[in-house]
Nanobody, 124 residues
Framework: QLQLVESGGGLVQPGGSLRLSCAASGFTLDGYAIGWFRQAPGKEREGVSCISSSSLTHSADSVKGRFTISRDNAKNTVYLQMNSLKPEDTAFYYC??????????????????WGQGTQVTVSS
C-alpha cells in the first residue's frame, strides 16, 4: 500500500520554528517530485514548496527565505523546515508526490499521492 505520512506539526509561537516530515511507505521516493501544500480554513489549498527528484527546489513567495524543503532518499523522507513562523502560516499541511525526472511543478493536479496532513498553528 502506497502511503505518505506527515508528522511534526503542532502549536508554536510567532517567530518560532517547526520541522515537518513526510515519510513514504510502500514505495521509494527516488524518482518522485515531492510537494508541500497547505490549506487554511475557508481557503483554497495552496502550494508551499516543491523538490524535484534531483533536489531542485522552489517555494511560494510567501515562504521564501523562511521555509526550506529537503529530501533524504536513504530515509525515504522529505522535510519542510519552517522558520520565522507567522500566524498566517496556520494551516493544515500536506505532502504529495508524483513520478517525474524533471522539475517539480507545484500544481495540485500533477500530484498522484497525498498524505493525510498535519496541523500547524502559529499563535501566541
Amino acid at each position: 500500500q502506497l502511503q505518505l505520512v506527515e508528522s511534526g506539526g503542532g502549536l508554536v509561537q510567532p517567530g518560532g520554528s517547526l520541522r515537518l516530515s513526510c515519510a513514504a511507505s510502500g514505495f521509494t521516493l527516488d524518482g518522485y517530485a515531492i510537494g508541500w501544500f497547505r490549506q487554511a480554513p475557508g481557503k483554497e489549498r495552496e502550494g508551499v514548496s516543491c523538490i524535484s527528484s534531483s533536489s531542485l527546489t522552489h517555494s511560494a513567495d510567501s515562504v521564501k527565505g523562511r521555509f526550506t524543503i529537503s529530501r533524504d532518499n536513504a530515509k525515504n523522507t522529505v522535510y519542510l523546515q519552517m522558520n520565522s513562523l507567522k500566524p498566517e502560516d496556520t494551516a493544515f499541511y500536506y505532502c504529495a508526490a508524483y513520478r517525474t525526472e524533471g522539475m517539480c511543478l507545484m500544481r495540485r493536479a500533477s500530484f498522484k499521492f497525498w498524505g493525510q496532513g498535519t496541523q500547524v498553528t502559529v499563535s501566541s
